[in-house]
């Protein structure tokens, strides 16, 4: 693969991270809360104008569930979300129940969607 520019690869980490933020329906502030930046950093980044760190990139790997080469590498699928936004929070609090309890939740939840 050639080398690309530093503006290059910062345009395609931008385009990335807008792909995968998108894919997981988050806004630019939920995306920032989850890897531990400001919005605004966030936007920057997305449109090329600002760097991450190794540690920055590391995190969002790690949160999102990607190797770091898939947030720059668009040879390097990335995965769809495996979850719904708020999901994550659903089953932590359903794994959290007591046995006895969870048959009851998953009731109330069934009456309330239908």
């Given at each position: 693969m050639p080398r690309l520019r530093d503006f290059d690869l910062l345009?395609?980490?931008?385009?990335?991270?807008r792909a995968l933020?998108?894919?997981?329906?988050?806004?630019?502030?939920e995306f920032g809360?989850?890897?531990?930046?400001?919005?605004?950093?966030?936007?920057?980044v997305e449109r090329g104008h600002q760097p991450?760190?190794?540690?920055?990139?590391?995190?969002?790997?790690t949160v999102f569930g990607v190797p770091i080469?898939?947030?720059?590498?668009?040879e390097v699928p990335l995965p769809p979300p495996a979850l719904?936004?708020?999901?994550?929070?659903?089953?932590?609090?359903?794994?959290?129940?007591?046995?006895?309890?969870?048959?009851?939740a998953v009731k109330m939840l069934r009456s309330m969607v239908g």
């Open positions: 345009e395609r980490l931008g385009q990335r991270l933020r998108e894919a997981h329906r988050l806004t630019q502030a809360e989850r890897v531990g930046l400001e919005a605004e950093t966030v936007s920057r991450l760190s190794v540690a920055n990139l590391a995190r969002v790997a080469a898939a947030l720059v590498d668009p719904e936004p708020g999901e994550l929070e659903i089953l932590a609090a359903y794994r959290a129940l007591p046995p006895e309890l969870r048959g009851v």
